[in-house]
């Protein structure tokens, strides 16, 4: 397309400048093309859906380590850390940031609809409880520091985070709710 043309569901992309003496706006320049978009997009549903995949991945292995011997459960946990850091962590910080690409190169926006919104605010509650259930209640375990509540902590957390993957990944699908409202 060109670069005063039109884009996807009569969005409108202009070139870098967003000049608008030549048609453009200062917002329409933030536009992706339909190309970039799409590639983003499609980072972002494939960085979403693993994450639920691996966290369900981490939730099994913690429920199953918890009705086993304890020399058994320490290597359990020590296969669910290595889904933790190898995939958890950087596939959430690969959803996150090309959610945020995708809300401000698109028309959807990252605060501007309550879904986008909700996705933003599940996402960082997915890192949030990596950083303060999830890990702290690994290292106890790992450490053998005992297992009473940290292994039924990391069953929940990682249970949590699956949930809210799965959740975000169904508001991204039926795009509930309307526009946000803007204050000021």
Sequence with gaps: MSAAGG???GERVVGASGDPARGGSARAARRLAPRARKALLTLHIGASVALIGSGAGITALSLIATGERAA?????YGAAETLVFTLGVPLSFISLLSGIALGLGTR??????RWTAAKLALQLAIIACGGLVIRPAMESLIEGGGRGTAQWTMVAGAAFNTACAML?????VFKPGGRLRRVG
Aim: aromatic fraction near 6%; charged fraction near 15%.
């Design 7 to 9: 884009g996807a569901r």
């Design 72 to 76: 058994d459960a320490h290597v359990i």
């Design 108 to 113: 959807w926006g990252v605060l501007r609809h």
């Design 168 to 172: 975000a990944v169904g508001l991204a």
